[in-house]
């Protein structure tokens, strides 16, 4: 009877250190990858409240969304969706932190000198001011 306790005591001890360690991972960003992208205000959508009280769009203060195509270090692009609480600087170039499962983390502008040559590639006379 003891041997089985102690083997279920061990068992959930093991399951907690993994959970903790997921979470850790989880919340810290680890293994997010950097996209860019190109502001587009044509793709920009009003997401704000529509008159509720309650906003269930989990994306807090984020009143704008946008939907672009952007580019990994390697060139490979996407489609991603993120959100922003004000309308972005036409033609400015971003650079996104994308979480597998949790998505956009954050974005900043850079400038286009900053951007990894493959991705310079795919903006070939590629910059709006």
Same mark, same amino acid.
């Given at each position: 009877?003891?041997?089985?306790?102690?083997?279920?005591?061990?068992?959930?001890?093991?399951?907690?250190?993994?959970?903790?360690?997921?979470?850790?991972?989880?919340?810290?960003?680890?293994?997010?990858?950097?996209?860019?992208?190109?502001?587009d205000n044509g793709k920009l959508?009003?997401?704000?409240?529509?008159g509720g009280v309650i906003?269930?769009?989990?994306? $807090?203060?984020?009143?704008? =969304?946008?939907?672009?195509?952007?580019?990994?270090?390697?060139?490979?692009?996407?489609?991603? !969706?993120? /959100?922003?609480?004000?309308?972005?600087?036409?033609?400015?170039?971003?650079?996104?932190?994308?979480?597998?499962?949790? $998505?956009?983390?954050?974005? =900043?502008?850079?400038?286009?000198?900053?951007?990894?040559?493959?991705?310079?590639?795919?903006? !070939?006379? /590629?910059?709006?001011?």
């Amino acid at each position: 009877m003891k041997k089985k306790m102690l083997i279920g005591i061990v068992a959930a001890a093991i399951l907690a250190a993994g959970f903790m360690c997921f979470g850790i991972w989880f919340l810290s960003g680890a293994g997010s990858t950097y996209y860019y992208g190109q502001i587009d205000n044509g793709k920009l959508e009003q997401t704000g409240s529509k008159g509720g009280v309650i906003n269930f769009s989990g994306n $807090g203060n984020m009143d704008y =969304s946008y939907t672009l195509f952007c580019y990994n270090e390697d060139g490979k692009g996407k489609d991603i !969706t993120f /959100g922003t609480s004000r309308e972005l600087k036409e033609g400015a170039f971003i650079r996104l932190t994308v979480m597998p499962v949790r $998505g956009v983390l954050e974005w =900043s502008e850079v400038q286009y000198e900053e951007l990894p040559a493959a991705v310079q590639d795919s903006y !070939t006379g /590629g910059r709006k001011d």
